[in-house]
């Protein structure tokens, strides 16, 4: 009876040591704190042995730090973390240190069972020790070596630990060089983007000094186009390419002869004829390109005098035949060209304007691009008032 008392008990001891080594062996992410981790380590090692206290110790640049203690004996404490010291037999074995009570006391001066089990590093070697006092008196190897099981565990979560920091301090790392990476081509491409602008607008400006519009001209009809793409709710993208592309209308003036593009007196047929290539010479000049701005400067500057019933030039083309982008540059151009003072004629009041343009949609005009036209006909007084050919001439340059 005695004996099969002793046998139980083992079975419920060794059914308590798996239940000890399961709850060790399932760590998980939760354990985003190290402290936390060894903490708990420490406990199930203390239900699995039955000890008194547990230390967890590591070598730091030759040195004894222990990280971890739980429940431990004030007497036993600085057995830890003396350089000669039970840790240090630990790592120098390489292996699970075994001390009966009587030993320990011969050589310590303490009443207390040992075991001191290593903590291995990827390749094997010792980094660090437990050691748990007061464990069972008839410790049987089969503690030991769940304990050292349980070592392995506790080793390769603090790797990973390790792995994950490091990881992390490499991403946070990479992170930040490629975040300093796109400011750096967002740099360059603003400049990129602002000397691309600043060209084409330099190249309208070159032609415009032949007629006679002027800076402003250039910097209402930029602006008068993107109100109206805006108002027809196209995307940023096109908004932002119009604004841009719309510049360049007229480049094609560069090519006219001054005696008839300064004429001050009413053309005659054939210069009329002259004049109208200047949508030719402008597509001759912007074609070819890989630039999505100067695509729409060259489809632009080729059929903004073309007209909604088919009787414009160069081609007569007709309706949504006509790219949109010409359309919402025909409807700006023309609106300027009515309200600002020609060679050939005054200003005329901008209900004058309006009412001229509205007699004309669905002839000239696309009706649709008029319809946003009018509905942002409060923006746009707002853009003529802004740049006005007197104020443009005193502060200079794009806006």
Not at 28 to 38: H, T, V
Not at 123 to 136: M, V
């Amino acid at each position: 009876m005695t004996r099969n008392k002793k046998l139980n008990d083992r079975v419920l001891r060794f059914q308590d040591h798996l239940k000890s080594l399961m709850e060790i062996s399932t760590f998980s992410k939760r354990y985003e704190d190290r402290q936390l981790l060894l903490n708990d380590f420490a406990r199930g090692v203390l239900n699995m042995t039955q000890g008194e206290g547990v230390a967890i110790s590591f070598l730091r640049a030759g040195e004894i730090v222990t990280e971890m203690e739980l429940n431990l004996p004030s007497d036993v404490r600085q057995r830890c973390d003396d350089s000669d010291g039970l840790c240090h037999q630990v790592i120098q074995h390489g292996q699970s240190v075994v001390i009966s009570k009587d030993k320990f006391k011969e050589e310590f001066g303490l009443e207390y069972n040992y075991l001191g089990v290593p903590l291995l590093d990827v390749d094997g070697i010792p980094s660090g020790a437990i050691h748990i006092f007061g464990c069972e008196d008839d410790m049987e190897d089969e503690v030991v070596r769940l304990v050292t099981i349980a070592a392995q565990r506790l080793s390769y979560e603090l790797r990973l630990k390790d792995y994950n920091r490091r990881l992390e301090y490499e991403v946070e790392l990479r992170t930040s060089e490629l975040s300093r990476a796109l400011i750096e081509i967002k740099r360059t491409n603003d400049g990129l983007i602002k000397a691309q602008t600043e060209t084409i607008f330099r190249l309208a400006r070159a032609a415009e000094y032949r007629d006679e519009d002027t800076a402003a001209h250039i910097n209402r009809m930029s602006n008068y186009t993107y109100i109206i793409a805006k108002r027809l709710r196209l995307d940023t993208i096109f908004c932002d390419l119009i604004k841009v592309a719309s510049i360049m209308h007229d480049v094609g003036k560069i090519g006219v002869p001054d005696n008839i593009l300064l004429k001050k007196g009413k053309l005659t047929p054939e210069e009329y004829e002259v004049i109208k290539e200047h949508t030719l010479i402008g597509y001759k000049i912007l074609e070819g390109s890989e630039s999505e701005v100067l695509k729409m400067s060259e489809r632009i500057a080729l059929y903004h005098h073309e007209k909604w019933n088919g009787l414009g030039y160069p081609y007569g083309l007709k309706g949504t035949s006509i790219p949109l982008e010409a359309r919402i540059t025909a409807m700006a151009d023309v609106f300027d060209a009515l309200t600002t003072k020609r060679v050939y004629k005054p200003a005329f009041a901008v209900e004058t304007a309006i009412a001229m343009i509205q007699k004309d949609v669905g002839t000239h005009f696309d009706p649709t691009v008029a319809e946003a036209f009018m509905g942002a006909i409060d923006e746009i007084m707002q853009v003529k008032q802004r740049f006005t050919d007197e104020m443009f001439e005193e502060a200079g340059g794009m806006q």
